[in-house]
């Protein structure tokens, strides 16, 4: 349950094209506390329920437990979230042995394309696609629950 990942800003729009998968995800948060988030996510027709720990201090690693749940009990829980739902689109792209997932922010967010790619280990070499920019790994005002109460459009 140990979540192991590096994020990156996106410089293009390239990955659109290498996508094997795209799905829209609503989300919120009962709990941003900076040593526990509590998430409800829609994503696609499924419902989830995630609770993330404190980071390390590279922000590369944390503790995640993530459960299903039905859509119609995830649409009442997004009703009792703190303000400020997250909506994005998710691209899903394979590059060499890793699965990238590349979030298009839109409303409050809208502007923002951040990758995130996941690891079995924090020093695991990996594949770096032309669009891939920036790496923003630990910055958290990059994380979604801090997007929720400060979003890009703010910065």
Not at 25 to 49: A, H, P
Not at 122 to 151: A, C, H, M, R
Request: hydrophobic share 35%.
């Amino acid at each position: 349950m140990l979540e192991i990942e590096r994020k990156f800003l996106v410089k293009s729009e390239q990955f659109k094209t290498e996508a094997i998968r795209k799905i829209r995800i609503k989300q919120g948060f009962l709990n941003t506390d900076k040593d526990r988030t509590v998430r409800v996510r829609i994503k696609g027709e499924i419902g989830f329920i995630t609770v993330k720990g404190e980071s390390t201090a590279d922000g590369v690693s944390r503790f995640e437990w993530e459960n299903e749940i039905s859509k119609m009990d995830a649409e009442a829980l997004l009703k009792l979230c703190e303000k400020g739902i997250i909506d994005k689109f998710r691209y899903e792209v394979e590059v060499g042995n890793h699965l990238f997932e590349v979030d298009e922010f839109f409303g409050d967010n809208a502007g923002l394309i951040v990758a995130e790619v996941e690891l079995k280990h924090p020093d695991e070499v990996f594949e770096k696609p032309s669009w891939l920019g920036e790496q923003v790994t630990g910055d958290i005002k990059y994380y979604n629950s801090q997007l929720s109460k400060k979003p890009f459009s703010t910065w």
